[in-house]
Every structure is written in structure tokens, then in C-alpha cells.
């Protein structure tokens, strides 16, 4: 999977700037059908590279940290009893009917809650909350345990800053919070939370980690609407 990962860069001429989506099928079929026992010819890995930097959930570029919208869907995440999302899979149906959502409603992302009400992550990355200098994200039953979330919980642990992980409520995010959230592309994206069911949320001083500059630094963040 390296080699071929490196083959690809090699010839596109791609160094930086560049984000990698890997995809492994089980392969070709030999006929139609749900059967796994179809797939006779071995998986087969898709590499697609094209040029990228941060963006947001539109594919806008991101320059600065200008705060993300977000409304709470009426979609839920999967449970592990149904279609486990700590794997990363491709049947994402339930994301996308949150991002339509979202989109219908004029914001950013969509927050999506698991099937006992609790916060999992926004339909595209994992959601994070800063409350009196500790960082709070939701326990990894209902989202994608994914690498830049691990990369914040330890950047955190290395600045001293407690890191639990908790069930969280729509209560938590009706006051002044710093709500954040982060995947591979995105990187770390403040957001301002609009919410059908609990109203607009306040503005709130949002906390962006600096990636192992040993400090974190301070930015404001503005309902958007």
C-alpha cells in the first residue's frame, strides 16, 4: 500500500499540498450480487490524489480561523449493534442525508447525535469542546476514532490540558463553549452552533491548539448566520 501510494505521487510530480484518499474493494465480481464469494480476483486498492489544502465542508479554502456553522440533524449515527462507525467505511448514507440538512438550511456542517441523544461528531468530523481549560470530546462508540483527533488529544495532553472523554448532551453547547472540529483536511475549524432544537447558541472565545508549538493561542469566534 506504501509502495503504491508513493508510485502515485511519483507520477503526478506531487510533494506537498496533496491530500491521499485510499480505497480497498475486495475487487472485481464475476457476477452481480451481495455475496462476498463473488469477488474472485482479490481486492483492489484505489489511490486518489489531488491537490488540496485546508478546506471547509464546501471545498472553500481556509484561510484563517474563520468559525464554521452548524445545525443538529435529525439523522443519528450508527450504533456498533447496526453498522459500527469506528470503521472507516464508505457507506456513509447517514452523513450525507445530515449534510442535505445542513445545506438546506444555509449552515456549514450538520451535528449529528447517536441513537440515546448524546453528541457523536458533525457528518464529516469529529467535534471537540473546550470548558474551562479542558478539552471535550464525545466517546468513540458512535464516531470515526480518526487520526487528527487523535493527533489534537495528544497535542493537548502534551500542552497539560485534560482530555476526557465523556457522554456529552445538547445541554453542554447552550452556553458559552469553544466548540471545534477537526478531520484530516480540515485540520482544527472553530464553529458557531445553530441548533433547530435548542435555539441559537452565544458567541464564544474559541481556543485553537498550535500544532506542537507548545502554546495555544486565542481567537474570537462570530455567529454566523
Known amino acids: 500500500m506504501r509502495t503504491a501510494v508513493f508510485e502515485t505521487l511519483k507520477a ?5 499540498g496533496v491530500h491521499i ?29 489531488e491537490w488540496k489544502g485546508l478546506v471547509d465542508s464546501s471545498g472553500k479554502v481556509v484561510g484563517g480561523l474563520s468559525p464554521q456553522t452548524l445545525i443538529t440533524s435529525s439523522i443519528r449515527r450508527n450504533t456498533p449493534a447496526c453498522l459500527d462507525s469506528k470503521i472507516h467505511h464508505c457507506n ?4 450525507i442525508l445530515a449534510k442535505i440538512q445542513a445545506n438546506m438550511a444555509r449552515a456549514d456542517d450538520a451535528l449529528m447525535l447517536d441513537v440515546h441523544g448524546f453528541v457523536s461528531e458533525t457528518n464529516a468530523t469529529n467535534f471537540f469542546i473546550v470548558k474551562r481549560g479542558v478539552l471535550i470530546t464525545p466517546h ?17 495532553r502534551e500542552l497539560g490540558i485534560k482530555v476526557p472523554s465523556a457522554s456529552t448532551s445538547g445541554s453542554l453547547l447552550r452556553a458559552p463553549r469553544s466548540p471545534h472540529r477537526s478531520c484530516l483536511v ?15 447558541l ?9 500544532a506542537r508549538a507548545g502554546r495555544s493561542r486565542s481567537a474570537t469566534c462570530h455567529l454566523q448566520r
Open 12 to 16: 503526478n510530480g506531487m510533494r506537498d
Open 21 to 49: 484518499r485510499l480505497t480497498l474493494t475486495r475487487g472485481e465480481k464475476v457476477t452481480s450480487g451481495m455475496s462476498p464469494t463473488n469477488n474472485q480476483s482479490g481486492p483492489s486498492l484505489i489511490v486518489l490524489a
Open 92 to 95: 456513509l448514507l447517514n452523513n
Open 140 to 156: 468513540a462508540d458512535a464516531c470515526l476514532p480518526g487520526i487528527t483527533r487523535g493527533m489534537v488529544i495528544e497535542i493537548a
Open 186 to 200: 480540515r485540520i482544527c475549524l472553530p464553529t458557531a452552533c445553530r441548533v433547530f432544537t435548542w435555539g441559537l
Open 202 to 210: 452565544h458567541c464564544c472565545q474559541s481556543r485553537c491548539l498550535s
